[in-house]
């Protein structure tokens, strides 16, 4: 991965979309000194059968800040569309070129926004949605003819996003090592813990473990065996 960089913006669908398989990678460039922060399409209200969106979002929320604090970013904004239901659209980029204006990032990333996991899992709408349109809102971010109302509200445009990387995709081109990260990535994930309790009866510290520590020795196969966190870098 690039490494001439100081600030970074995530922009995902839901709490927990990063701490599944890239916060190892968070962790390692904040302890290098990067400044990143994370703003979220929604609060995962829809997320947890057993809960009403109105006690689930609040909850995810908490777990989300928690989850963000164990990999040195204090940094979490909701952009407020509904969960399981975000629509690919202006509305929709013109939020994240907002959030792009405010954080003046350099690395933008977002997560696999195609139409499945490695082939053979079908994505959801919100991945696709929220993806698509952060790819389309780092270059929204830029042109001050786009979304001119966002200049009204004070936020001047920011040509400076040099790159999105995309977490979960199957043609990765970056990666970065999982290892320096990884403990804190498990219990970044752990965070989501009621989310983990509804998902699985196994215990959560070793779902959270195992699944990071497979997905890492997945990606580091494609990288000279390293565990890995790989990304799909698209240079701008
Ligand atoms: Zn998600």
Known sequence: MPGDWRRALAVVA??????????????????GGREIAYVL???G???IDTLPPERCGPLREREQRASAAA???STVEFLDHRDGVVEYGTALRRDIAAAVRRHRPELVITLNHRDTWGGTAW????????GRATLDAAADAGNRWIFPELAEQ???????????????TDTPTHAVEAAP?????????????????????QDPQTYARDFLTAAAEQAGRRFGGRPAVAFELFSR
Do not use: F, K, M
Request: hydrophobic share 40%.
């Open 14 to 31: 839901h709490p927990d979309d990063l701490e599944y398989g890239c916060s190892a990678a968070i962790a390692h460039w904040t302890d």
């Open 41 to 43: 399409a929604t609060r």
């Open 45 to 47: 209200e829809a997320g």
């Open 71 to 73: 990999v040195g970013v």
């Open 123 to 130: 994505n959801t709408p919100d991945h696709v949605a929220v």
């Open 154 to 168: 004070g936020l001047q445009p920011w040509d400076g996003v040099r790159w999105v990387a995309v977490a979960g």
């Open 181 to 201: 990260g990884l403990e804190r990535a498990v219990r970044s994930l752990l965070a989501h813990r009621t989310y983990i309790e509804a998902l699985t009866d």
